[in-house]
């Protein structure tokens, strides 16, 4: 995987930070299109300048899947745009 995952307790995690809590939202905004797109969504939090991501697919047990990997290439994408 990327520098930002890892993976952990059947789940990719990232936990990343922003210089500020607009760039934070900026990122999270710029995700929901590849969200939408494969329609998997994440669990994450947001405090400030840092956010959390985990990817796990619920339907099949709560492992990590290609659907995983595939969404968290594409998170990680957007992030590194966004540095």
Not at 27 to 35: G, K, L, N
Not at 43 to 67: C, F, M, P, Q, R
């Amino acid at each position: 995987m990327g520098s930002i995952w890892k993976e952990e307790n059947n789940a990719l995690v990232a936990n990343i930070s922003f210089k500020s809590f607009e760039e934070a939202m900026r990122f999270i905004q710029e995700c929901v299109p590849a969200i939408e797109e494969l329609n998997h969504h994440p669990e994450w939090s947001n405090v400030y300048n840092k956010i959390l991501i985990k990817l796990t697919t619920h339907d099949s047990g709560n492992v990590v899947t290609a659907k995983d990997r595939k969404l968290a290439k594409q998170l990680e994408e957007i992030y590194c745009k966004c540095q």
